[in-house]
């Protein structure tokens, strides 16, 4: 009976291990994760110039093509109209 006694806790003892080790490889693999994610005000820094339009406080964004599609800018032909 003894002999089943110290499989049994040997087995125990080999699931908590392997359980602590993949607790600790899912725990690093989420602060990796986290801690080399930037902030959205710093993922993406845009170029800026001044406006040649003359109006004071103003200025041009220029949006990589990449940049533009990810936040959902849309382009479309301006029509004279009433």
Known sequence: MSEVLQ????????????????AVVVIAVVAA????RQ???Q???MAMSS??????????VMLSPAEA???GVTYAPVLMGP
């Open 51 to 60: 406006d040649s339009s003359g109006v004071a406080g103003r200025q041009t």
């Open 69 to 71: 599609h990810r936040i």
């Open 43 to 45: 993922a993406a820094p």
């Open 39 to 41: 902030p959205e005000s």
């Open 7 to 22: 499989t049994r806790a040997s087995r125990r003892g080999t699931i908590l291990r392997w359980t602590a080790s993949a």
């Open 33 to 36: 994760r986290l801690l080399g």
